[in-house]
C-alpha cells in the first residue's frame, strides 16, 4: 500500500520567515495530495490539495508543489505569523475509477513553530 | 464544506465498557470514515463507513472491536467495545464531499476524545 514520510517532524521560524514541509510517497499511481492544519485541541482542516495534473498551487501566503517524476511534494509557507503555529499533516490518494478516490494515506506530521 | 458534528465532544470510561459515537453531517455524503488519533500521533483510518452495507475495516481493526453503522447518508455511529486504557484516543469521523467531476475533498468532524481508565 501506499507510505507517505514527512519531514521535518519540528520546524521552527522567526516571525516572517518562511516555512517548507516535505512528504514523499511511494504509490506511484497516487494522484490526490491535500494538506491539513491542526491546531490544538482541534480537528485537522484542509488548506490546500494539489492534483496530479498541475505541478504548483497557489493560496494566498501557502503553495504547494508537486514533482511526479520525483514522488514527493511540498507545502510552502511565506510570511509566517503566530497563528501559523500548528501541526500540518500531508497526505496522498489515488484515484479508483468513477468517481472513486482510494483512502488517504497521512504523512507523520510536521510540527510548525512561528516565534514572534 | 459540510457541517459535521460528533457526540460526545468527549468521555472517560471504565474498561471493559462500550462506547457509542454518533456523527451527523448537515448534507448527504456517500464515504464517511472513521479516524483515530492517539495522542500526539498521525491520523490512522480505522474503517469506511459504507451506507447500506457492511463497513470495510483496515488492517488492525475488527468489527468486534469498533461495529459501525450507517443508516442513511448523513449518519454513523462508531462504537468502541470492551475498552481498554489503550483505547484512550480522540476518534474522528470524516466525510468525503465530491468537487466536479472526478474530484473530491475530505473533511473531519471535531472529534471525540475518549479516556478509558
Known amino acids: 500500500g501506499e507510505n507517505v514520510e514527512q519531514h521535518p517532524s519540528t520546524l521552527s521560524v522567526q516571525e516572517g520567515d518562511s516555512a517548507v514541509i516535505k512528504c514523499t510517497y511511494s504509490?506511484?499511481?497516487?494522484?490526490?495530495f491535500p494538506w491539513y492544519k491542526q491546531e490544538l485541541g482541534k480537528r485537522p482542516q484542509l488548506i490546500i490539495d494539489?492534483?496530479?495534473?498541475?505541478g504548483e498551487k497557489k493560496d494566498q501566503r501557502i503553495a504547494v508543489t508537486l514533482n511526479k517524476t520525483a514522488k514527493h511534494f511540498s507545502l510552502h509557507i511565506t510570511e509566517t505569523q503566530p497563528e501559523d503555529s500548528a501541526v500540518y499533516f500531508c497526505a496522498a490518494s489515488r484515484y479508483a475509477g468513477g468517481t472513486s478516490y482510494g483512502k488517504l494515506t497521512f504523512g507523520q506530521g510536521t510540527i510548525l513553530t512561528v516565534h514572534p | 464544506s459540510a457541517v459535521i458534528s460528533q457526540k460526545p465532544s468527549r468521555d472517560i470510561c471504565q474498561r471493559g465498557t462500550s462506547l457509542t459515537i454518533q456523527c451527523q453531517v448537515d448534507s448527504q455524503v456517500t464515504m464517511m470514515f472513521w479516524y483515530r488519533q492517539q495522542p500526539g500521533q498521525s491520523l490512522t483510518l480505522i474503517a469506511t463507513?459504507?451506507?447500506?452495507?457492511?463497513?470495510?475495516?483496515e488492517s488492525g481493526f475488527v468489527i468486534d472491536k469498533f461495529p459501525i453503522s450507517r443508516p442513511n447518508l448523513t449518519f454513523s455511529t462508531l462504537t468502541v467495545s470492551n475498552m481498554s486504557p489503550e483505547d484512550s484516543s480522540i476518534y474522528l469521523c470524516?466525510?468525503?464531499?465530491?468537487?466536479?467531476?472526478?474530484?473530491?475533498?475530505?473533511?473531519f468532524g471535531p472529534g471525540t476524545r475518549l479516556t478509558v481508565t
Open positions: 470524516s466525510v468525503r464531499l465530491a468537487r466536479g467531476n472526478r474530484a473530491y475533498e475530505q473533511y
Open positions: 463507513a459504507n451506507q447500506g452495507s457492511e463497513a470495510t475495516y
Open positions: 504509490d506511484s499511481a497516487s494522484n490526490y
Open positions: 494539489i492534483r496530479s495534473n498541475v
